[in-house]
Structure formats: C-alpha cells, structure tokens
C-alpha cells in the first residue's frame, strides 16, 4: 500500500514538473514570437491559467510566421542560381519605371516584395462564376505546352468534375497539367478525384503545410490563392474556388457575387512565379516553363493594352506583415476614394484606425460586405466595429443580392486590386494570398462601374444596428470579435 501511494505520489509529481516546464517553454516561445503585446499577454495568460487547453491551442493557432518557406526558397535560388539570372534576365525588359505619383503607392509594393510592375499587360475583369470558368476553360483549351493550376478549394461536385474533365482531355494531347491545391481548404476532395488526375500523367499535389518536423502543428495557415496560367501566356486570379456554389447553384446563398481577372502579357509571368513559388514548397522540383514574353493568341486580347501590373503575393513566412502592409499602404495613399470589397470585415485596431483616419482627411471610404453570411463570426464580429466606423465617416454597406465573396479594392482613378485577400486579420497574416493590382485609369473606371452597380444592391450599416440589438447579441457580438486573431 506504501509503495502504491509512492508511486503515485511520483507520477503526480512528475506530471506536474511535466506540466510547468510545457507551460514555461510556452510562455518563452510566445514572448519571443508574438507580433503584438496583446497577443502575447493573451496567449501568456490563457496559458498560465489555463494549461491543458491553451497549451494544445497556442501550438496549433498561435504561430504567426510560416516556418522553412523562404529558407526553401532561398536555398533553390542558391542552388539554380543559373535559372534565376535568366529570368530575372527574362523580365527585365518588361519592368515599368514608375511616374512620381504611383511611386508614392507602388514603390513601397515593391519594395516588400522584392517584385516589379510590368508593363505592356491587358488586364480583363471577370463578373461571377459563368463568366470566370468559361474564360478559365476556354484559356485551358488553348494550351500547346503547360497548365498551371492552384485554388484553395476544390469541391466534389459538377463544376470540378467538368474542371477534371478538360485536364484529362488536355492530358491526352500531351500538355502537361501541374494541379496543385490546399489540402485543409479541399478537405472534401475525393481520392479518387486526384488519383484519376494522376493516372492520366497530371502531376498533383496538396501544399502540404505541415511538412517537415517543426511544422507538424501549422494547420491553423492556409494556402488561400487561386491561380491558373497557360502556357506563361495567360492567366487567372481572382475570388473563385472550384464548386458549384460559385456558379450561383447552392439555394442556401442563392447568387455567389465574386470577381476575378483575365492577365495577358507580363504580369501572366510574375503570377507563375507566385505559383512556382508554392509549387517548390509542396515538391521542392522547379518544373520546366515559358520565361520569355511571346505575343499572345489574339482571342486572348481584351482590349485594354498597355496596363501597369503586379502580382502581389503576401502571407506568413516574412518577417513583415506583407498582408497587414499592403492594406495599410492601400488605406494611407488613398486621397478622394477607398472602396472596398471583401466576405469578411474583422481587423486589427491599426487598420481601424487607418480607415477612420482616410475618412477623417475627406477620403470616401466606403466597405463592401455581406448582408447574408456564410460564416457565423467574423458576421457578429463586423456589427461590434459599426459605432466607431460611423463616427469617423466610414460607409459599411451591406449587399443582399445573394453572397458576397469578391475581394476588390479601387483607389481614387488611378489603381485597383482583384485577389484573393479578404479585409480580415487571416488574410493579412495567416494566409498565403496574392492580389492583381493594376495601375491604370481604365481598368479603375471598369471597377468603378462594376461597383456601383454593386451598390445598388446594398444597404448602409449604421450604429443602431449593433446599439439597438438586445444584449445578448450585442454580448454574442462582442465575443466574436475577441476571436478576431483567428478568424
């Protein structure tokens, strides 16, 4: 009986002691890593109080930054040092020298980028799903040697079906088909979807990233970008996943409002090397592509030549918040106009505060989101940040006509974005997104017009629509947005 009680004694003891130095190499790796101060005596907290559960969750949701992303990178560039001289080679006669004013804007892009604008591109938008996938697949039809294919969510449903389809019809003919995809965001992908892909010689694989042994808890990061290019001659980006909710066919949201973009000319090689970069991650092989600009069919042409592009690529493996800076950048280089178009409005006090400020110098700010969610709390969340919105001039609009899903920004006359990046802190630092941003005074008037007639379909948000809920909502509201580090 003594040595029964002993021994028990010393396991409870030596759980404890197991416990304490868990926690304590916790509280270490969140001082050390937390970006904010309120994070970290958040997760700090939580921890100290709460170990058996805060513990599991700071591994698996507190983690800000990518681990091994760029050193992969930066070891292949090291290794096909060759390679890249020659499309660094390749590109550069397509780099745009920036005038004083999109300097102001652009320059700080490419700074924390290390990318350039091209010019010489025809940028082309794309309204809904019918619009997005006829031109997507009509682009695929066209291919003689390579498709590039990556999107956060592929379905099991007729649309992806019909997308497998034409891969497999390409497939036969002899171009190579590389489909990559995010294997958390395509959790409802049939094995036998990619196996059927794979026997036919298409070359598929997820992002994979828990890869490696000091990643094995970075679920909580999405690859969040949707990229389609053929032949380094055309390309896609934009708000769209593969299913058929996006066609407007899922009677619970009805029509799926979303945006994408058509890409000819440079910018269609800057946005294969965002998806190379993600390729080499999951496979750590660089694939044999089109470096050098050639002229495009010209049934590809939409007729706006000559625009000033980049792809932008953010996510969460630098040591600067490419995501948190392009918004900010966007917000504070804004003179007349601001609008903006997103699923999601659930941001951090710095961004608040920047958009009440564009409001405050006379900027009309206005922010596009749903009137009817598809996601219970980042919607709760949105009403908490109507009183101060509205206090300083800031318009939140709601849009009725189905869901809202498009992620599109256009500033003054001069510049706009279509992407993959929503207004939320997800997509600013847990993420990988990329967003088309085009600097030209037409493609702008073309989102003009696409979002005014949007707005026509929106109703405005204001104070007492969060004042006047009961308390429970208002609690329930509250709440939400504490998880906005998450959402």
Not at 67 to 74: A, H, K, P, T
Request: charged content about 25%.
């Amino acid at each position: 009986m003594i040595l029964d009680f002993l021994s028990r004694y010393a396991f409870g003891t030596i759980l404890v002691l197991v416990v304490w130095v868990i926690t304590v190499v916790t509280i270490a790796n969140i001082v050390m890593r937390s970006r904010s101060a309120a994070g970290a005596w958040g997760w700090s907290m939580s921890v100290v109080t709460l170990p058996f559960l805060a513990v599991p969750l700071y591994w698996i949701f507190g983690r800000q930054r990518f681990r091994g992303y760029m050193e992969e990178l930066v070891k292949a560039k090291e290794e096909n040092e060759e390679f890249f001289d020659e499309l660094l080679a390749s590109m550069s006669p397509h780099f745009a020298e920036l005038d004083e004013d999109q300097c102001e804007y652009a320059g700080v892009l490419e700074r924390f980028s290390e990318r350039r604008f091209t010019r010489g591109n025809e940028v082309c938008l794309l309204i809904d799903g019918r619009d997005t996938f006829d031109a997507i697949f009509d682009g695929i039809r066209t291919a003689k040697e390579y498709v590039l294919v990556q999107f956060f969510i592929f379905r099991n449903d007729d649309l992806s079906h019909r997308f497998r389809d034409l891969l497999l019809e390409k497939a036969k003919e002899g171009v190579r088909i590389y489909f990559l995809y995010d294997e958390i965001g395509s959790y409802s992908l049939k094995k036998e979807y990619t196996e059927t892909l794979k026997s036919a010689g298409v070359e598929v694989n997820a992002f994979h990233s828990t890869q490696g042994k000091a990643n094995r808890f970075q679920i909580n990061f999405r690859n969040h970008r949707k990229i389609v290019v053929v032949d380094g001659k055309l390309g896609f980006v934009g708000g769209h996943n593969v299913g058929d909710e996006y066609l407007g066919l899922n009677t619970k949201y009805g029509r799926w409002r979303d945006t994408h973009v058509k890409v000819v000319g440079p910018g269609v090689l800057s946005l294969q090397m965002v998806w190379l970069s993600d390729w080499y991650w999951a496979t750590r092989r660089i694939p044999k592509l089109a470096w050098k600009m050639e002229i495009p069919p010209e049934e590809a042409m939409c007729g706006n030549p000559d625009m000033v592009a980049l792809a932008l690529p953010t996510g969460p493996v630098e040591s600067m918040e490419g995501g948190t800076m392009f918004f900010l950048n966007t917000i504070n280089t804004a003179k007349r106009r601001l609008w903006m178009a997103s699923p999601y409005f659930v941001t951090d006090e710095g961004t608040r505060s920047a958009l009440q400020l564009a409001a405050l110098r006379g900027v009309d700010v206005r922010i596009m989101i749903p009137a009817n969610p598809d996601k219970l709390l980042p919607y709760l969340a949105s009403f908490s940040y109507l009183e101060e919105m509205e206090e300083a001039g800031v318009k939140i609009l709601r849009y009725a006509d189905g869901f809202l899903h498009q992620k599109v920004i256009l500033v003054d006359d001069d510049w706009a974005s279509v992407g993959t990046a929503n207004l939320d802190n997800r997509s600013m630092r847990l993420n990988f997104e990329v967003s088309m941003v085009v600097l030209d005074s037409r493609f702008a008037k073309q989102v003009e017009q696409m979002l005014e007639i949007d707005f026509q379909e929106c109703k405005l948000a204001t104070a007492r629509d969060f004042t006047e809920k009961p308390l429970y909502q208002r609690f329930a509201m509250r709440a939400a947005r504490l998880a906005a580090p998450l959402l």
